[in-house]
Nanobody
Framework: QVQLVESGGGLVQPGGSLRLSCAASGSIFNRYAMGWYRQAPGRQRELVAAVTSGGFTNYADSVKGRFTISRDNAKKTMYLQMNSLKPEDTAVYYC??????????????WGQGTQVTVSS
């Protein structure tokens, strides 16, 4: 069983930056694929970015060039650096993990979510 705890959300102006963190429990963090999803009001949850156990990454087209996913296996923590934020990035952001280390859509375990609001 893996427990995931997100942090770093908040209110930011358009064009600003935020860094989300996801701290994981468990001793085999390095074997899991990890990801960030988001869900805006009235919309389905969508993948934002994912990173495999081998470090390969994939991104939603809407965030390419603006967001960067990374992981620190020693700290059992994953990050999402979000730059050039837009109002349409406003959503609850969820951390996820998958026992299949090569998964590009990790979805076995979920965090509780953190709110990101982009508004002037």
């Amino acid at each position: 069983q893996v427990q995931l705890v997100e942090s770093g959300g908040g209110l930011v102006q358009p064009g600003g930056s935020l860094r989300l963190s996801c701290a994981a429990s468990g001793s085999i963090f390095n074997r899991y694929a990890m990801g960030w999803y988001r869900q805006a009001p009235g919309r389905q949850r969508e993948l934002v970015a994912a990173v495999t156990s081998g470090g390969f990454t994939n991104y939603a087209d809407s965030v390419k060039g603006r967001f960067t996913i990374s992981r620190d296996n020693a700290k059992k923590t994953m990050y999402l650096q979000m730059n050039s934020l837009k109002p349409e990035d406003t959503a609850v952001y969820y951390c996820s993990a998958d026992r299949f280390g090569s998964s590009r859509y990790p979805d076995d375990y979920w965090g509780q979510g953190t709110q990101v609001t982009v508004s002037s």
